[in-house]
């Protein structure tokens, strides 16, 4: 459900409306049944769900409900809290996060075993209020299922954009980019494409400096980290290229020659995304081994509790998360019969 001071609630349960757009998947919102309820009720919805106290001995038989609220008592303080963040919100989406990728990692003849996680937005602020280490889901998911390549990734009509790096300050790139960060989101962006049947990705890869450093007169990154990391994955028999201006990249990106680009970091990345794509645009966690994806937006506390939230990014998100999960189990069904 994420921050409950946010819009996340608003956005699930608008999500949640139109089932029959959804796939074939069931959902366990993992939540605060009061906050949903009063979300539905504001929003003149009636709720589809049923409900089950989150530490229920009910979680552990097959739940055949196509919708069911995981209940989390919601603290009195935020019943007072205006909008932003909070430890009590905090603490309530971190715990919605670690419970559900316990369940994740269960295995798939678990009555709990999830096929996988759409998380609503949080607040790393609120997060680091009740003592996380963690800036966010990306990498709190890659420490618990121990991945050790991993790549924050966003899909969307008119674009598809990994990041070599994500929640680092500007000023610290210089000594975080390494030619391995490069390679990393253009193979692990690769095998993510491969995922939805893009058999030969074309991958393009921006450089970090202006004009992609004009061949070392606007800095030599792009010459010893980028180049050298564009020219491994072509070994591996990746076809990716680059290093290329950012400015003009995402225009030959939008016209669709291009299958993927991998950014140097955050703002480089999510800027054309969420200025092509703020609707449709799918943040994804490529290269665990769990489906984890979500909205490309934040908690909007600005907004929140005045129910005019878009869910547009939310239902794709799902979307998403239910075509990757369908691909998974039909791999593994067709690996076991041959």
């Known amino acids: 459900m994420g921050d409950p001071l946010g819009i996340g609630p608003e956005v699930v349960v608008r999500a949640l409306q139109d089932l029959d757009t959804l796939g074939n998947a069931r959902f366990l919102v993992y939540g605060s049944n009061e906050i949903l309820n009063l979300t539905a009720d504001q929003l003149g919805v009636k709720p589809n769900w049923s409900r089950i106290p989150h530490d229920s001995k009910r979680r552990d038989q097959v739940i055949e409900d196509r919708v069911v609220v995981l209940d989390y008592e919601m603290p009195e303080v935020l019943r007072r809290e205006e909008a932003g963040p909070s430890p009590a919100g905090g603490r309530l989406s971190y715990d919605f996060v670690e419970h559900a990728l316990a369940d994740a990692q269960l295995p798939a003849s678990d009555p709990r075993h999830l096929d996988g996680i759409v998380t609503a937005p949080i607040s790393k602020q609120a997060w680091s209020m009740v003592g996380s280490r963690f800036p966010g889901h990306t990498e709190l998911i890659a420490h618990r299922t121990r991945a050790r390549r991993h790549t924050m990734l966003f899909r969307s009509k008119k674009l ?3 990041l070599a790096t994500a929640h680092v300050p500007l000023m610290d790139l210089r000594n975080t980019l390494t030619i ?3 390679f990393d989101p253009i193979d692990v962006g690769h095998a993510f494409l491969q995922q939805l049947g ?20 606007l800095g030599d990154e792009d010459l010893r980290l980028v180049a050298p990391a564009i020219d491994m994955a072509r070994n591996a028999g990746i076809d990716a290229h680059g290093p290329f201006p950012a400015d003009t990249l995402f225009i030959s990106a939008a016209r669709g020659e291009w299958d993927l680009v991998v950014a140097m970091y955050h703002d480089q990345g999510l800027i054309p995304v969420k200025l092509l794509g703020w609707q449709d645009a799918v943040n994804v966690t490529a290269g665990t081994p769990l489906i984890r994806t979500s909205p490309d937006h934040g908690t909007a506390y600005d907004i929140a509790r005045r129910y005019r939230a878009d869910p547009s990014s939310m239902i794709h998100a799902i979307k998403l998360a239910a075509e990757l999960a369908n691909r998974r189990v039909r791999d593994q069904q067709k690996n076991s019969t041959t």
């Open 160 to 162: 598809t954009v990994a």
């Open 180 to 182: 391995g960060k490069v």
């Open 198 to 217: 893009i058999e030969e990705p074309r991958i393009a890869v921006c450089g970090l400096n202006p004009h992609a450093g004009e061949n070392g007169l």
